[in-house]
């Protein structure tokens, strides 16, 4: 881990090109407010549209943007999977591209990674389910979180910018 890098932020992306821009630019409003070092790594699983040359925009221009490119179309588990094995921070937060979770809600979560806690899982409530079914959600996923976790290996990485 570099003990440099405060927060990484793995953005799993799939032909998000419509929106890629503001994505990014809405990340690194939120972190640049954090006063922290930080990295972006987007893991771009397998898009067809111009997502990569976009992000490889965003690199050349700034350094804390990272770039892993699958060969093909892998998944979105396996997209957060690689980018969680090369973040370095000491804090992982994953992040949507398609910015239907707000990046703001980012602050949030480090407040209460800084307050101690060690998996912070935010929920977007929604007038789909109540309160109560949120807080079952969020207890099923405090089992999935505690089961042990198994190796696993991934091929197919086509490029790596980190």
């Given at each position: 881990m570099n003990a440099e890098i405060c927060y990484s932020i793995v953005i799993p992306v799939y032909n998000e090109e419509a929106v890629i821009d503001q994505?990014?630019?809405?990340?690194k409003q939120v972190l640049d407010s954090t006063k922290d070092p930080y990295e972006l790594i987007f893991v771009n699983d397998g898009s067809c549209d111009h997502t990569?040359?976009?992000i490889k925009g965003f690199r050349a221009q700034d350094d804390a943007v990272k770039l892993i490119t699958f060969s093909r179309?892998?998944?979105?588990?396996?997209?957060?999977?690689?980018?969680m094995d090369y973040a370095s921070g000491a804090a992982v937060v994953v992040i949507d591209a398609d910015l239907q979770d707000p990046p703001e809600v980012?602050?949030?979560t480090i407040a209460q990674w800084k307050e101690g806690f060690d998996v912070v899982y935010a929920i977007l409530f929604s007038s789909y389910y109540t309160v109560s079914e949120c807080y079952g959600m969020m207890k099923k996923e405090r089992k999935r979180f505690k089961s042990?976790?198994?190796?696993?290996?991934?091929c197919g990485i086509e490029e790596a910018y980190i």
């Open positions: 994505t990014y630019r809405r990340l990569t040359a976009k179309n892998f998944g979105y588990q396996v997209a957060i999977t690689v980018g980012i602050l949030d042990s976790a198994k190796e696993h290996t991934v």
